[in-house]
T-cell receptor, first 112, second 110 residues
Framework: SQTIHQWPATLVQPVGSPLSLECTVE??????LYWYRQAAGRGLQLLFY??????ISSEVPQNLSASRPQDRQFILSSKKLLLSDSGFYLC???????????FGPGTRLLVL | DAKTTQPNSMESNEEEPVHLPCNHS???????IHWYRQLPSQGPEYVIH???SNVNNRMASLAIAEDRKSSTLILHRATLRDAAVYYC???????????FGAGTRLTVKP
């Protein structure tokens, strides 16, 4: 069966520090991968998606970037965090038929 | 982009049916109607999706209006574990874009 992992589960970082969040998927090949952010009490905002290794599409201009160095690995990064980057970051995967997205447990990021 | 409108919140009693409405008057012919739910402090979970016909699965039923401008997610017997935010989303087939709105916060009372 397929599983999706995210780490860390929680993170507290100072403003201006770098960020690296990792997402890995097991039990599937060539998944579409997604990064979402959810601000407190709000809906999900799509940040990036990837249909293959090295292929990244950005939905919202910001100081975040994403990379997909391996088929089942998706990384969200920032060189300098802003206060507004605080939120709940969710990674998701879906199969080639694009019918259902499966979400990871999320990373709660607090930028102080 | 076609958008959806949902009530901000709804309440239900345990073991009673719940009907969660969604309006999508600007839906296009290629938009599928997806429902996800998000339990507190967790990522969203897929519930059900459909195009034109009503759909049933082990979690819920989806009733789609004949003109497809609205739909209703039906939980046949609400349990306390069904308390969550329910999102109604339109998604074009074979499109990577899936946009979540604010959803409906469902409270289930014992």
């Amino acid at each position: 069966s397929q599983t999706i992992h995210q780490w860390p589960a929680t993170l507290v970082q100072p403003v201006g520090s770098p960020l690296s969040l990792e997402c890995t998927v097991e039990g599937t090949s060539n998944p579409n991968l997604y990064w979402y952010r959810q601000a407190a009490g709000r809906g999900l905002q799509l940040l990036f998606y990837s249909v293959g290794i090295g292929q990244i599409s950005s939905e919202v201009p910001q100081n975040l970037s994403a990379s997909r160095p391996q088929d089942r690995q998706f990384i969200l990064s920032s060189k300098k965090l802003l206060l507004s980057d605080s939120g709940f970051y969710l990674c998701a995967w879906e199969g080639s038929f694009q019918e259902t997205q499966y979400f990871g447990p999320g990373t709660r990021l607090l930028v102080l | 982009d076609a958008k959806t409108t949902q009530p901000n919140s709804m309440e239900s009693n345990e073991e009673e049916p719940v009907h969660l409405p969604c309006n999508h008057s600007t839906i296009s012919g290629t938009d599928y109607i997806h429902w996800y739910r998000q339990l507190p402090s967790q990522g969203p979970e897929y519930v059900i999706h459909g195009l034109t016909s009503n759909v049933n699965n082990r979690m819920a039923s989806l009733a789609i209006a004949e003109d497809r401008k609205s739909s209703t997610l039906i939980l046949h017997r609400a349990t306390l574990r069904d308390a969550a935010v329910y999102y109604c989303i339109l998604r074009v087939y074979n499109n990577n874009d899936m946009r979540f709105g604010a959803g409906t916060r469902l409270t289930v009372k014992p």
